[in-house]
């Protein structure tokens, strides 16, 4: 007679690092603000995130469970502003919450990877969001109206004060 064999969970490690490189780029990604400028000017990112106005230096504190199948990765910024997230290897699930500088929660996010980057859906109160990204880059984010916004790497890297993005990344260091 047979033996059923035990389900096999395969993962690759660049599912795993491709995801926890998005949950270190997302608060930066998160943090659009009302003045956009050129590729970004009508964006509806901003909407999404305009509660969220992190101020001051930022750092990135990135927890590994002990069997390596969790990763907790949380940014703070001086002001009270922070993102979490947490990845499961096994289930490919990585939550996001971002909140202000008060503690309220701006926005929430599932994100997972598909076979050319990841996607996340963005909630906000009812409206959703979804972001997707490209392993060349590239964004594409479907605003809550239906309307699809096409971003290349070129614009991304063209738009840091429409982003959030600053010059000087976050240090790695605690944020308890």
Same mark, same amino acid.
């Given at each position: 007679m047979p033996v059923a064999a035990e389900p096999v969970m395969r993962t690759t490690p660049s599912i795993g690092i491709s995801l926890l490189a998005l949950?270190? +780029?997302l608060p930066s990604v998160a943090a659009a603000k &009302?003045? =956009?400028a050129g590729a970004f000017k009508k964006t509806c990112l901003k909407t999404l995130f305009s509660c969220f106005k992190p101020v001051g230096a930022c750092t990135t504190e990135t927890t590994l469970s002990p069997d390596f199948l969790h990763t907790s990765v949380t940014t703070c910024w001086e002001n009270g502003a922070s993102t979490v997230s947490a990845f499961d +290897?096994? $289930?490919g699930a990585l939550p996001l919450t971002v909140r202000n500088a008060r503690g309220? +929660? =701006?926005t929430t996010a599932s +994100?997972?990877?598909t076979g050319d980057g990841v996607a996340s859906t963005y909630v906000r109160g009812r409206r959703h969001w979804i972001i997707s990204t490209a @392993?060349?880059?590239a964004m594409i984010v $479907? !605003? &809550?109206s239906g309307r699809v916004e096409h971003y290349a790497a070129a614009d991304l890297a063209q738009a &840091? @004060? !429409?982003l959030g993005r600053s010059a000087t990344p976050c240090q790695a260091g605690s944020c308890s």
């Amino acid at each position: 007679m047979p033996v059923a064999a035990e389900p096999v969970m395969r993962t690759t490690p660049s599912i795993g690092i491709s995801l926890l490189a998005l949950a270190l +780029v997302l608060p930066s990604v998160a943090a659009a603000k &009302p003045r =956009c400028a050129g590729a970004f000017k009508k964006t509806c990112l901003k909407t999404l995130f305009s509660c969220f106005k992190p101020v001051g230096a930022c750092t990135t504190e990135t927890t590994l469970s002990p069997d390596f199948l969790h990763t907790s990765v949380t940014t703070c910024w001086e002001n009270g502003a922070s993102t979490v997230s947490a990845f499961d +290897v096994q $289930t490919g699930a990585l939550p996001l919450t971002v909140r202000n500088a008060r503690g309220q +929660v =701006c926005t929430t996010a599932s +994100v997972v990877s598909t076979g050319d980057g990841v996607a996340s859906t963005y909630v906000r109160g009812r409206r959703h969001w979804i972001i997707s990204t490209a @392993g060349n880059g590239a964004m594409i984010v $479907t !605003c &809550p109206s239906g309307r699809v916004e096409h971003y290349a790497a070129a614009d991304l890297a063209q738009a &840091p @004060g !429409c982003l959030g993005r600053s010059a000087t990344p976050c240090q790695a260091g605690s944020c308890s």
